[in-house]
């Protein structure tokens, strides 16, 4: 499809509910599939983008399976291939994954100061480290044509992208403003190669949610 403002359409979108979620568990790099609900929510946002046609001309999607099956359901709909990238994946946080949040807390408990630059769960990625992978993924996408690209990952890896483009650096204790995410929400931002301008569209959009999952 051509691109006839020569501009990168960015949609970043996080997967649907998984059973790590749900159940209340440390995912990471560890794969847990999608739950009915999820399903559902990826099914929900296929159809309302069915009807408000955003045009993507690429699908890019972490490989892990909680992600992989969100995008899947996505494109089966839109009528779209996928391209996989590990570049995309969660936070590999090391020894906390795959834990319930209540082992984990019992076998490593969060120290009272958390530095920047030291692995999560003792052998994950530090702040830092994911930090600067958020950021090769943002180079990544710009290194393609102008287009119009959706992103289907994780919360975490999300979160240091959107930080990237906004120019917000990482600090130590997880003191840096949060960008929420919540289940198959999306955030959208155009950038003009020629003037370097990033533009934010919406952070945290959900237009396919029912009245009950808006519910504070």
Do not use: C
């Not at 399903?39 to 946002?45: F, G, I, K, S, Y």
């Not at 069915?50 to 972490?62: E, G, R």
């Amino acid at each position: 499809m051509t691109n006839p403002n020569h501009q990168h359409y960015i949609t970043l979108l996080r997967h649907g509910e998984s059973v790590g979620n749900a159940d209340g568990y440390h995912q990471g790099q560890v794969d847990f599939p999608l739950t009915e609900k999820g399903r559902a929510q990826a099914r929900a946002l296929a159809a309302y983008w069915q009807v408000h046609n955003p045009a993507f001309d690429t699908v890019v999607a972490s490989p892990q399976s909680r992600a992989r099956e969100t995008a899947e359901i996505i494109t089966s709909a839109l009528s779209l291939s996928i391209e996989f990238g590990e570049i995309w994946m969660e936070r590999d946080n090391g020894l906390l994954g795959g834990l319930h949040h209540t082992e984990a807390q019992e076998k490593y408990p969060q120290p009272d100061f958390i530095p920047l630059y030291d692995p999560i769960g003792r052998t994950g990625e530090s702040q830092w480290e994911l930090y600067l992978r958020g950021g090769k993924a943002v180079q990544s996408l710009l290194h393609r044509p102008p287009a119009r690209y959706l992103v289907v990952s994780h919360g975490a890896i999300l979160n240091m992208v959107v930080r990237a483009i906004l120019g917000i650096m990482p600090q130590p204790n997880y003191s840096t403003p949060r960008f929420r995410f919540p289940n198959t929400a999306f955030a959208t931002f155009t950038f003009n190669p020629n003037s370097h301008l990033w533009v934010v569209h919406g952070i945290n959009q959900r237009p396919h949610w029912g009245e009950e999952e808006h519910q504070p």
